[in-house]
């Protein structure tokens, strides 16, 4: 039952304390925040609905996650520490989408980075990559053609954008796109901060065969500024164990081939 005394109060304080449990846990549920505050589902529902409203959380099924920026267009260096453990996993689990001769494109950023830390022992591969960084990491490997694309460099991720890039990668034809994402959304699709790097994307997905998409689960639920393609585009995903689990499932049922590190 719900406490009758200084509703308001108690109203506000519960809700404070559960935009505090967000900022720890990333996510909450219903049945948890009733128990813990002896109110009703109702009640946690409306909390939730209100606190919603306002902008400061995101209601899921059954719960809750915390509000992100997604907006925000940060430097390579501030996110290479940021879930560097599930990088590191998926870089290693999307070398094995690689075969020998295959041609293939490394998106800029920091899994795909992890991506080309993984390839020194495939044969014959040809990488065209559009970030710089990948393209030193990789300049040394004998068994690795490196292709760059023109264009001019963007410093927050260190890629080569703009319409020099786009016109070269229409010359080319590959087998699989590996992209890292900032935001990823079931209901939305995939999507980043800058107009130039969303459009170049783009275009990456129209000369492939195969987009794979490697990201951790802290992009779920993130709507970024700049929209690159809809869920049905992906044919793989690959995550870590973390990804919502209505997220999980939506994906499956569009078909989507989501594997777990």
Do not use: W
Not at 51 to 60: D, S
């Amino acid at each position: 039952m719900d406490n009758p005394q200084n509703p308001e109060n108690a109203t506000l304080n519960r809700r404070v304390k559960i935009l505090n449990m967000l900022e720890e846990q990333n996510h909450i549920q219903i049945v948890t925040l009733s128990n813990l505050f002896h109110v009703s589902d109702v009640t946690i529902r409306n909390d939730l609905s209100h606190l919603e409203q306002k902008g400061l959380l995101i209601r899921t099924r059954g719960g809750a996650i915390k509000q992100q920026r997604v907006g925000l267009d940060f430097r390579l260096s501030e996110k290479a520490s940021q879930h560097y453990a599930e990088k590191q996993r998926i870089g290693k689990k999307a070398r094995e989408f690689i075969n020998p001769g295959d041609t293939i494109i490394l998106d800029s950023g920091t899994t795909t980075l992890e991506i080309g830390k993984n390839l020194n022992d495939i044969e014959e591969l040809t990488v065209i990559t559009n970030a710089i960084n990948i393209a030193a990491l990789l300049a040394d490997l004998k068994n690795i053609k490196v292709v760059v694309p023109g264009g001019f460099l963007r410093e927050n991720s260190l890629s080569l954008v703009g319409a020099t890039a786009e016109d070269s990668l229409k010359n080319f034809h590959c087998d699989k796109v590996f992209m890292g994402v900032d935001g990823i959304d079931s209901g939305y699709g995939i999507s980043t901060p800058n107009i130039e790097e969303a459009h170049l994307n783009r275009i990456m997905i129209e000369v492939a065969n195969e987009l794979i998409v490697a990201a951790d689960s802290s992009k779920f639920y993130k709507k970024s500024f700049a929209f690159i393609a809809p869920i049905s585009s992906i044919s793989t995903l690959i995550t870590d164990k973390n990804i919502p689990g209505e997220e999980h499932n939506k994906l499956r049922n569009a078909g989507i081939n989501v594997t777990l590190v």
